[in-house]
Nanobody, 123 residues
């Protein structure tokens, strides 16, 4: 599986962005898809994931971000609303077809990663 993330940019606090991740492969629907982010000087952190129709969020983004997928287009999206300066980071999409719910928030559990897309939120 190859992943291509896009949609990052510069936005003011309180604004919105939608990230997209295009995936190759004919069995896309079988893959759990996730978004992680990494801010300068910080560890990579889980943001959101979707497995079949089930969604998972970190506490820091719950209620503000929404993950969705379009299996017909092999796409996964991250709608980010009410953005805060602390959301500034490089955002990565990840995929795996053998992941279990218990580790869906763990980056090490994902075999496939896209390149990052920068999100910068100004105050």
């Amino acid at each position: 599986v190859q992943l291509q993330a896009s949609g990052g940019g510069l936005v003011q606090a309180g604004g919105s962005l939608r990230l997209s991740c295009a995936a190759s492969g004919r069995t896309f629907r079988n893959y759990a898809m996730a978004w992680f982010r990494q801010a300068p000087g910080k560890d990579r952190e889980f943001v959101a994931a979707i497995r079949w129709s089930n969604t998972f969020y970190s506490d820091s983004v719950k209620g503000r971000f929404s993950i969705s997928r379009d299996n017909a287009k092999n796409m996964v999206y991250l709608q980010m609303n009410s953005l805060k300066p602390e959301d500034t980071a490089v955002y990565y999409c990840a995929a795996d077809d053998r992941i279990i719910v218990g580790v869906i928030r763990d980056g090490y559990a994902y075999d496939y990663w896209g390149q990052g897309t920068q999100v910068t939120v100004s105050s």
